[in-house]
């Protein structure tokens, strides 16, 4: 595949658009939908990002031989940080933000500046050289950026879990006061 070719795969296609509902067809006479009823029931935000992070990481692995191994190793521990975010996005009920901020990162903040390494002349890209540092200085953002993030979707769980047991606690504690007056 010619370098530009591979340039431009980068994160293109049809898969990387999500589904609208205009997208999916309509009820035909015989009560079927069509063609949508072959590719099943849309796709879950959150199905969405983690393809969008096995995109990333398909195309990181197919340009490993153009990229020094300090990008390699900081991408791949970028992507098994971003799999447990995911994972927990979807198991805490993360804020809209919060899923923002994670749909952004995967699908734009580490590819664009891995689009622009790769487009560099290969000089550019060893492992001791300034753009080379320069890049993996970002990353070590992005992965700062992704523990905040873990950090602050827990934390939101821990918020949430207190003020349940608080709900509870008020809901089913026993009444303080009493019949004779004593408090």
């Known amino acids: 595949m010619a370098f530009g070719k591979f340039m431009d795969s980068l994160f293109k296609g049809p898969s990387a658009q999500p589904v609208r509902s205009s997208d999916v067809a309509a009820p035909n006479a015989q009560g079927g ?82 689009r622009a390494f790769l487009a560099l002349p290969e000089s550019e890209r060893e492992n001791s050289s300034p753009a080379t540092l320069q890049f993996s200085t970002q990353l070590g953002i992005l992965e700062e950026t992704i523990n905040d993030l873990l950090n602050q979707i827990r934390i939101g769980a821990i918020a949430e879990l207190s003020t349940h047991g608080r709900f509870l606690a008020d809901k089913f504690a026993a009444p303080s006061l009493r019949l004779d007056g004593a408090s």
């Not at 153009?66 to 390699?72: A, D, F, G, M, V």
């Not at 098994?80 to 995911?86: E, P, Q």
């Open 33 to 114: 939908r069509g063609p949508a009823d072959v590719a099943g029931p849309a796709e879950s935000e959150d199905a969405a990002v983690a393809r969008a992070l096995d995109q990333l990481r398909a195309t990181v692995r197919s340009g490993g031989s153009e990229l020094p191994t300090l990008i390699t190793s900081r991408l791949a521990h970028i992507d098994d940080l971003l799999r447990v975010v995911i994972e927990t996005v979807s198991a805490q009920n993360a804020s809209t933000e919060q899923r923002v901020l994670l749909e952004a990162m995967i699908r734009d903040y580490l590819p664009t500046p891995l």
